[in-house]
């Protein structure tokens, strides 16, 4: 299975702005000084493997998308905020014509996690088959309501595509074309759901737009079991957890921390720092991921856990 990110930010997308680029070239020119580069090839090699990732790249600015590719013929997606439209891209090119079978699982429907669907090509392209999970009583209502007038000049049901509405329970294990999707309750305004997916012997979770209270002990145990033996968990660190234990305490999501405190005690392999603060600027991120890798090092058992940042384009294969 391969993970592709196509938005990792939470809230609100983000772009650099003219000031970020100008002083990220500066300080990659100063970084550079004394050197000398032969060619195109040896100058990006510099910049791809010497220089910081926060310096060179950026960790982009579509909120949350995330597609699982199986290798089967129908695609695997979860949420979709400003990433969908990339991600909309990729789907049209690779079918090159032929009709997509798209399996959509909703977190949950702030407008961060829809945003994108009216801007996914495959959904006006008639003969695409889009089914869309979820747990929400409320899932289709709100995908209506967002391209209801005034907000958007093309109606829901002038869509192409044939939608289908799939309802999901929570604690309850459901066969989505050969995959195996279980989705957990979260605690967040308006409830989420995170999902575990499994398939050929892989385990992905997706746990988005999720705040977890460790002294609640019958929910951290809740979710040890959920993200148990997970090759890859996919985690809301939107602060630090000074930010998550005060002023931002009660306001729905995680930090770089808890996620790894939650993943050791679960055995998991690969933890990935996801729904970015829009605030934060790459350095910030950056660091939050060096924090999670220190603090990773510092109480490692007898597995280690690897930590990474999710980032626009980032693929992971399992
Ligand atoms: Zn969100
Ligand atoms: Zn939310």
């Known amino acids: 299975?391969?993970?592709?990110?196509?938005?990792?930010?939470?809230?609100?997308?983000?772009?650099?702005?003219?000031?970020?680029?100008?002083?990220?070239?500066?300080?990659?020119?100063?970084?550079?000084?004394?050197?000398?580069?032969?060619?195109?090839?040896?100058?990006?090699?510099?910049?791809?493997?010497?220089?910081?990732?926060?310096?060179?790249?950026?960790?982009?600015?579509?909120?949350?998308?995330?597609?699982?590719?199986?290798?089967?013929?129908?695609?695997?997606?979860?949420?979709?905020?400003?990433?969908?439209?990339?991600?909309?891209?990729?789907?049209?090119?690779r079918q090159a014509g032929r009709k997509a079978t798209?399996?959509?699982?909703?977190?949950?429907?702030?407008?961060?996690?829809?945003?994108?669907?009216?801007?996914?090509?495959?959904?006006?392209?008639p003969g695409t088959h889009l089914r869309i999970h979820g747990c929400h009583d409320i899932l289709e209502q709100a995908f209506r309501l967002q391209q209801s007038p005034p907000c958007f000049p093309v109606n829901f049901d002038q869509l192409g595509a044939t939608i289908e509405f799939v309802k999901l329970r929570p604690g309850e294990a459901s066969e989505v074309s050969g995959v195996r999707v279980t989705p957990l309750l979260q605690r967040h305004s308006g409830d989420s759901y995170g999902y575990r997916f499994e398939h050929g012997g892989a385990s992905v979770i997706y746990s988005t737009d999720s705040e977890h209270k460790l002294e609640d002990r019958a929910e951290t145990d809740r979710f040890v079991a959920f993200f148990r033996g997970a090759d890859l968990v996919i985690f809301d660190a939107m602060y630090s957890l000074a930010e998550a234990i005060s002023v931002k305490a009660d306001w729905g999501h995680s930090s770089n921390v808890i996620g790894v405190e939650l993943c050791q005690m679960a055995g998991v392999r690969h933890l990935v720092l996801f729904h970015h603060e829009p605030a934060n600027q790459d350095a910030a991120i950056e660091s939050l991921l060096k924090d999670a890798r220190r603090l990773e090092e510092l109480t490692r058992g007898p597995q280690p856990l690897v930590v990474s940042a999710a980032h626009d384009g980032l693929e992971i294969d399992l």
């Open 102 to 125: 798209v399996n959509i699982f909703m977190s949950h429907v702030h407008w961060d996690h829809i945003m994108g669907f009216p801007f996914f090509g495959p959904a006006y392209v």
């Open 1 to 93: 299975m391969r993970v592709r990110f196509w938005g990792t930010r939470g809230s609100i997308p983000v772009g650099l702005t003219v000031a970020d680029v100008r002083d990220k070239l500066a300080a990659a020119l100063l970084a550079a000084s004394g050197r000398r580069f032969a060619s195109f090839a040896e100058a990006h090699a510099f910049a791809s493997r010497d220089l910081p990732f926060s310096l060179s790249h950026t960790y982009g600015g579509h909120t949350s998308c995330v597609e699982l590719d199986t290798g089967s013929d129908e695609y695997f997606v979860c949420d979709m905020g400003s990433g969908a439209r990339p991600f909309g891209e990729h789907v049209l090119a």
